[in-house]
């Protein structure tokens, strides 16, 4: 089945940097979701965009969406090691409660 | 605070056993999800339910099944283990919430289960 798929696959970066990740997808989508996993735990939500907005914020998250492009960024400001983690876009194909992940941009944060 | 909790962090069993992982949500959720997450793969969904009695498979279904005798409990179940199911499993739940024409279907996870079938 389709999946989003991001890039970079692996990223590094010391603290205070930004972390940009992106998210392609192949068909018209309801929704995009963001998600963290940290080492060995489960999924936890950062955040949602719908199709018709191009831009979203959460505290040092800032989502974009280009439905044209079929992509999405995740951009994470003012990294801290805390940040360290694994990030999914996930998205929303059928408008009901099944979601589409890709593989995930592990990120490393140094101190 | 929403919770969903499964019922074991680690798990070891042998090829042909038929093993069973719990999922409990805290949240009077519909839906309920069970994931396997090998690298490399990302996360692969194996099957959900929408409702009590009700289930759908998902993209890998093959070797499992399922059970929602209550709303708040999901289980997969491994009829014959076989070492290609060592795999960590994510169970995950979300609402069917509405805000006028607009919908909120994000999921929530919970801790995993890391499976290894011997």
């Known amino acids: 089945s389709q999946q989003g798929e991001e890039d970079p696959q692996a990223l590094s970066i010391q603290e205070g940097e930004n972390a940009t990740m992106n998210c392609s997808y192949k068909?018209?989508?309801?929704?995009l979701q963001w998600y963290r996993q940290n080492s060995g735990r489960g999924l936890v939500h950062l955040i949602l965009?719908?199709?018709?907005?191009r831009e979203k914020h959460s505290g040092r998250l800032r989502v974009t969406l280009d439905t044209s492009k079929k992509s999405s960024s995740l951009l994470i400001t003012a990294s801290r090691a805390a940040d360290t983690a694994s990030y999914f876009c996930a998205t929303d194909l059928s408008g009901y409660s099944t979601l589409t992940f890709g593989k995930g941009t592990m990120l490393l944060v140094s101190p | 605070d929403v919770k969903v909790t499964q019922s074991s962090r680690y798990l070891v069993k042998r090829t042909g056993e038929k093993v069973f992982l719990e999922c409990v949500q805290d949240?009077?959720?519909?839906?309920m999800f069970w994931y396997r997450q090998d690298p490399g793969l990302g996360l692969r969904l194996i099957y959900f339910s929408y409702d009590v009695k009700m289930k759908e498979k998902g993209d890998i279904p093959e070797g499992y099944s399922v059970s929602r005798e209550k709303k708040e409990r999901f289980s997969l179940i491994l009829e014959s283990a076989s070492t290609n199911q060592t795999s960590m499993y994510l169970c995950?739940?979300?609402?069917?919430?509405?805000?006028?024409?607009?919908?909120?279907?994000?999921?929530?996870f919970g801790p995993g289960t890391r499976l290894t079938v011997l």
């Open positions: 965009i719908r199709s018709n907005e």
């Open positions: 995950a739940s979300t609402p069917l919430r509405t805000s006028g024409p607009l919908y909120y279907n994000e999921q929530f």
């Open positions: 949240m009077d959720h519909e839906n």
């Open positions: 068909t018209s989508i309801n929704n």
